[in-house]
RNA sequence: GCUCCGAUGGUGUAGACAGGUCAAGCAUAUCGGCCUUUCAAGCCGACGACUCGGGUCCAAAUCCCGAUCGGAGCACCA
């Protein structure tokens, strides 16, 4: 591929974008970026109803937030006598017919080879039922217009497919203006040729769309983009579809299409995952044809990469339990946001004498009668009974003494949101005024704040 | 069942089109070590793969055939 390349993406409106999604997006504005030329984006909104109207919006959005470029945006809907156009066209060269059958006969048929009684009609018959069609005297499902290509094709499924159906349901753009709509096979050959478009990258799913679209090409004489198809990623854990996402919202077991649990690329990014992450990602994985699982393991080990040296580091203390430190020295001590970026400042945390502190109800619970652990950046304290000791000897070796993570006892309480739909409650330094977007909670993980919520979601450790 | 596609370590990939430099590279995960006042990052090391069977060839991960396994599609969805 070189010069000027013209791509599309083609999702339809039917929600924001997922994980899913991404690749497509990606692929395709890193060719164009690449190569040099135009990336489209193509509303396929002509099944309404399967239609979010807000999805008109979000899409371009989200594209936009994971950075990718489009540089025009056009919508099916808007086209509809473009395809009323090329179908009257292809019905006036006999290559399509309107069929009255009951689809299960057509069904039926099909898989025999057998002609319907409508597929040996004139082009001057079908330009009138064609008229009516589309002029609202059918009702659904009494009428459609099909490509005809071959009964005795070996693959059923390209055997005289159905290029325009009549929807019942009313479309949220267009309201009741049309009544029927092309199929998607249909509307994208179409549209792959009206936009000039020179290479599509799609999913595998969508070989066999292909052979049924180039029929269209061949009997219009028009010249096919170059098509490649990846393989498909199986997302781990469960795939939640659009339409069961937009009912838990409604039922408020979502708090939105960003709800932690998600994989919207809205709740992506509001974890605190970069746009270039997504792009690494997926460039690494190519275009094999392959199927292949998604690794979160490789996708979050992208993604630290790029976060860590701007997180910032804070103390979060999750089941907390509050310990006396007796002959604990009254002490102030300063802690740098970044072990390796000095240059990010330092935090201060302070302590009275004797003071009580917090630690991990687990790591209290690790340590037995007598043992001595760090409390990182403060001092040695040695087990006994309830309470902890101050150590005489501070001296102390990293390998052989265990380094804990503790915290003054006013502050804050704090919560982190995790994925799997669940919380850790805990307290956080007070130094998280200071702290914006992603941070590293020592010993705990990344996170990604939110001050106003009092909590911050979990990204990954 | 039919049509089409594919097969490299636990996972993701490079190599295949133009056979030799591949007793197979990289990343991630795991394990061990170093470093480190985080269970993070960094550094070093270990582990671990060409689905199987034929064929062509001086030479096959790479080309051909078959088997097996896996996937996608077979909607008046996109």
Same mark, same amino acid.
């Given at each position: ?37 135009? +990336?489209? !984006? ?7 109803? =399967?239609?979010? *109207? /807000?999805?008109? &919006?979000?899409?371009?959005? @989200? ?45 039926? +048929?099909? !898989? ?7 597929? =040996?009609?004139? *082009? /001057?018959?079908? &330009?009138?039922?064609?008229? @009516? ?329």
């Amino acid at each position: 591929m070189k010069g000027h390349v013209v791509m599309r993406l083609a999702p339809s409106p039917s929600g924001p974008l997922h994980l899913g999604h991404t690749r497509m997006a990606m692929l395709n504005d890193e060719y164009v970026s690449r190569y040099g030329g135009e +990336l489209i !984006l193509r509303l396929e909104d002509t099944n309404p109803a =399967n239609i979010d *109207p /807000e999805a008109y &919006e979000m899409i371009p959005q @989200d594209l936009e937030n994971i950075g990718v470029k489009i540089h025009r945006v056009v919508i099916q809907s808007e086209r509809m006598e473009i395809y009323y156009e090329e179908a009257r066209r292809l019905i006036e060269s006999g290559h399509a017919y309107v069929c009255l059958c009951k689809a299960e006969d057509m069904r039926k +048929l099909k !898989l025999q080879s057998i002609a319907c009684p409508h597929r =040996n009609t004139t *082009p /001057e018959q079908n &330009e009138k039922l064609f008229d @009516d069609m589309i002029g609202g005297k059918f009702t659904p499902g009494t009428a459609t217009l099909v490509i005809r290509t071959d009964l005795f094709h070996p693959n059923p499924s390209l055997r005289d497919w159905i290029a325009f159906r009549i929807s019942p349901a009313k479309h949220p753009r267009t309201g009741e203006k049309y009544y029927a709509f092309p199929m998607m096979n249909f509307s994208v050959a179409v549209d792959d040729h009206r936009l000039g478009l020179t290479h599509v990258l799609r999913g595998k799913d969508q070989l066999n769309n292909t052979d049924r679209q180039r029929f269209i090409f061949q009997y219009s004489n028009w010249q096919m983009p170059e098509y490649y198809h990846y393989g498909m990623i199986s997302l781990p854990g469960e795939k939640l579809k659009t339409s069961i996402i937009r009912k838990g919202i409604r039922d408020g077991k979502y708090s939105g299409w960003d709800d932690v649990r998600l994989n919207t690329v809205r709740a992506l990014l509001r974890r605190g995952y970069k746009p270039e992450t997504f792009r690494r990602y997926w460039v690494e994985s190519g275009l094999r044809e392959i199927d292949a699982s998604f690794s979160w393991d490789i996708f979050n080990s992208m993604n630290r990469e790029l976060i860590d040296g701007t997180s910032l580091r804070l103390f979060f203390v999750r089941d907390p339990v509050p310990v006396l430190v007796k002959n604990g020295p009254k002490s102030r001590v300063m802690i740098p946001f970044h072990p390796e970026h000095r240059e990010l400042g330092f935090r201060e945390m302070h302590v009275g004498g004797s003071p009580t502190i917090l630690i991990q109800a687990e790591d209290w619970n690790g340590m037995s009668e007598g043992s001595t652990v760090r409390l990182k950046d403060l001092y040695n304290v040695e087990r006994s009974g309830d309470q902890l000791v101050y150590k005489q000897n501070q001296e102390f070796n990293p390998k052989t003494m265990k380094i804990i993570h503790w915290l003054p006892e006013d502050s804050g309480e704090f919560t982190v949101l995790k994925p799997d739909g669940s919380r850790d409650d805990g307290r956080i330094e007070s130094n998280i005024t200071l702290v914006n977007g992603t941070s590293q909670f020592e010993r705990y993980g990344y996170v990604t704040i939110e001050k106003e919520r009092n909590s911050a979601l979990f990204l990954h450790r």
